[in-house]
């Protein structure tokens, strides 16, 4: 099974709303998903993303979206050092 990381749209007619969610390559973009790793609102740039999920789907083979990659990378700089 090919794992991808991708955004699940939600929300009403012009309010878009993404869920995070690692899902078979396979299934519909809004359909059935393995897990729910964050979500993003475009309206108001909010993303909350569960960057230890995220790196786990990635080391297992997940491949991310173009969008979300890009998203994850600002999160991964966002993040304070530990």
Do not use: C
């Amino acid at each position: 099974m090919a794992v991808a990381i991708r955004m699940a749209r939600g929300g009403s007619k012009k309010r878009p709303f993404y869920r995070i969610v690692a899902t078979n390559s396979r299934s519909p973009r809004d359909g059935r998903f393995i897990e729910q790793i964050g979500h993003y609102n475009p309206s108001n740039k909010a993303l909350e993303l569960n960057i230890e999920r995220y790196d786990y789907w990635l080391s297992v083979g997940g491949q991310p979206s173009a969008t979300l990659h890009r998203l994850a990378k600002t999160a991964k700089r966002d993040v304070p050092a530990a």
